[in-house]
């Protein structure tokens, strides 16, 4: 499986190539185009409780769809629902933990779960929560607004608010928590934020979905009443 990311930072789109009998996993809807020849199985992901207990935290599909290419080989491009950047980031030995928003698609060599042991940190977020992506292969995600990573060194601790995190290694230590106390909390428009310590690397994105559809909230039309 080879990806190009054409069409960056803005609208950018993922063009997968694949061999002989090649196959890739993709989010539902995730899929723009492809070339003659590619069949399409729709499966839950790790079985069927694993993906039930994925699609109710997460509130997306629990079923991936798989891509396999014919002998002759093919192409598949994959787009995210927002307007941003795509990237492909390396699992291997370190496995990684990836905003369920931004998931678009990986090698089916890589494992992706949402069982994790540190899920229900993230709960308190609402609009957020982590799949771990494992195993050996490459993972495509995407981004609101541009992506960037900083890489963070043994010890040294990295405040992100939780709608700008993408990503990050599963070894790093994690803590979610408010900022301030409960006036600051509307008075300053920050909300959770998560403590990263290296080290590892985190993958951010320069805009929030939430705080777009937070800004548009005055603008929008009120129902009225029966």
């Known amino acids: 499986m080879q990806v190009e990311i054409r069409h960056q930072p803005s609208y950018s789109v993922a063009v997968v190539a694949l061999g002989s009998g090649e196959t890739v996993r993709a989010e539902g809807g995730a899929m723009l185009a492809t070339t003659a020849g590619l069949t399409l199985e729709t499966k839950a992901q790790g079985g069927f409780l694993k993906s039930l207990a994925r699609s109710v935290l997460t509130q997306e599909s629990f079923f991936l769809n798989t891509w396999k290419a014919p002998p002759s080989g093919g192409e598949l491009l994959l787009a995210p629902s927002l307007p941003g950047d795509i990237a492909v980031l390396d699992i291997d030995a370190q496995p990684m933990l990836v905003h369920s928003g931004g998931y678009l698609g990986s090698s089916e060599s890589v494992e992706v779960d949402s069982s994790w042991g540190g899920a229900k940190s993230f709960f308190g977020s609402g609009n957020l929560f982590m799949l771990r992506l494992s195993g050996s292969g490459q993972a495509i995600v995407s981004t609101y607004g541009a992506m960037f990573a900083v890489d963070l060194a043994a010890g040294q601790t990295y405040t992100v608010d939780t709608g700008f995190l993408v990503a990050f290694h599963e070894s790093m230590a994690f803590k979610i928590r408010k900022v301030g106390g409960l006036k600051s ?42």
């Open 185 to 226: 909390l509307f008075l300053s428009g920050e909300g959770l934020v998560c403590d990263l310590t290296g080290p590892g690397r985190v993958v951010l994105q320069t805009r929030s979905f939430p705080a777009f559809i937070e800004a548009l909230q005055p603008f929008l039309p009120k129902p009225s009443g029966n």
